[in-house]
């Protein structure tokens, strides 16, 4: 009996976010680390799915802090 091939998450998403979610919670793994390993050892099929998850996170938290920042940057300069 072969042994059953783990596949990576389909991208079910054609703008690219899957990618960048999952890229952007391997590189927090890393810095979170401190760099001890490689970018390639988070980035491997058994941490996608905490990476994506992340990845979801944190691009609502830099968003979200990119605009206050905006809009606070608006008030103290009018």
């Known amino acids: 009996m072969k ?13 690219g976010q899957l990618g960048f979610n999952e890229m952007l919670g391997a590189i927090f793994y ?7 390993k490689e970018y390639n050892h988070y980035h491997q099929l058994k941490f996608q799915r905490k990476n994506i998850i992340t990845g979801y996170f944190l ?3 830099l968003t979200f802090g990119f605009v ?5 940057l608006l008030t103290v300069l009018s």
């Open 3 to 15: 042994p059953k091939k783990e596949k990576r998450i389909s991208d079910y998403d054609t703008t």
């Open 30 to 36: 890393q810095v979170l680390d401190r760099c001890k």
């Open 59 to 61: 691009n609502i938290i």
């Open 68 to 72: 206050i920042l905006v809009f606070y």
